[in-house]
T-cell receptor, first 114, second 111 residues
Framework: DTEVTQTPKHLVMGMTNKKSLKCEQH?????MYWYKQKAKKPPELMFV???????INESVPSRFSPECPNSSLLNLHLHALQPEDSALYLC?????????????FGDGTRLSIL | QKEVEQNSGPLSVPEGAIASLNCTYS??????FFWYRQYSGKSPELIMF????GDKEDGRFTAQLNKASQYVSLLIRDSQPSDSATYLC???????????FGPGTRLSVLP
């Protein structure tokens, strides 16, 4: 079990659907991250939130929309996704962006786009 | 030039042997170095991190850092079949930017 909780664990959606991925941590971390990981590749950074403010958006298409309602929660809203968006979506948190502390990952959401 | 490099493997070692995983990085300003283990279909799990030159030991795992040569390694002693996984090296730069992951090395420990 990890201290970063992601829901749902699996999600299958059509290209016209709207869904959201959720992430929660209670470690008091002030930096939270979304990554996308394709098979046999390392995690690829999508977004970084620092103290609930978006600090990095790695040129992610607008069909992915992040939200950080408070310091413990991170959402990723999905709309009009493409089949190539099928991947493992990982949430991570760390003490803050500028420390040397490690990132801790959730178990991920396995997303399949039909 | 890739920022963090690892041999993709697979690296095969017999059970009980020492597995040696290597990682090189290009940014001399890098300050902290992390090793993650990832089983197929699972999320990355932190194994160790190291900040200072030298060795850091935790059970069967030893991380070694040489900043002058810009490499970090992970040794796994008494390798077990359960150690078979992909090992990801991650590097955090001095200016506090985000992790840069290497491509990962796939380790196979043969019974």
């Amino acid at each position: 079990d990890t201290e970063v909780t992601q829901t749902p664990k699996h999600l299958v959606m059509g290209m016209t659907n709207k869904k959201s991925l959720k992430c929660e941590q209670h470690m008091g971390h002030r930096a939270m991250y979304w990554y996308k990981q394709k098979a046999k590749k390392p995690p690829e950074l999508m977004f970084v939130y620092s103290y609930e403010k978006l600090s990095i958006n790695e040129s992610v298409p607008s069909r992915f929309s992040p939200e950080c309602p408070n310091s413990s929660l991170l959402n990723l809203h999905l709309h009009a996704l493409q089949p190539e968006d099928s991947a493992l979506y990982l949430c991570a948190s760390s003490q803050d962006r500028n420390s040397n502390q490690p990132q801790h990952f959730g178990d991920g959401t396995r997303l399949s786009i039909l | 030039q890739k920022e963090v490099e690892q041999n993709s493997g697979p690296l095969s070692v017999p059970e009980g042997a020492i597995a040696s995983l290597n990682c090189t990085y290009s940014d001399r300003g890098s300050q902290s170095f992390f090793w993650y283990r990832q089983y197929s279909g699972k999320s990355p799990e932190l194994i160790m991190f190291i900040y200072s030159n030298g060795d850091k030991e935790d059970g069967r795992f030893t991380a070694q850092l040489n900043k002058a040569s810009q490499y970090v390694s992970l040794l796994i002693r008494d390798s077990q079949p359960s150690d078979s996984a992909t090992y990801l090296c991650a590097v955090n730069t001095w200016y506090g930017q985000n992790f840069v992951f290497g491509p990962g090395t796939r380790l196979s420990v043969l019974p």
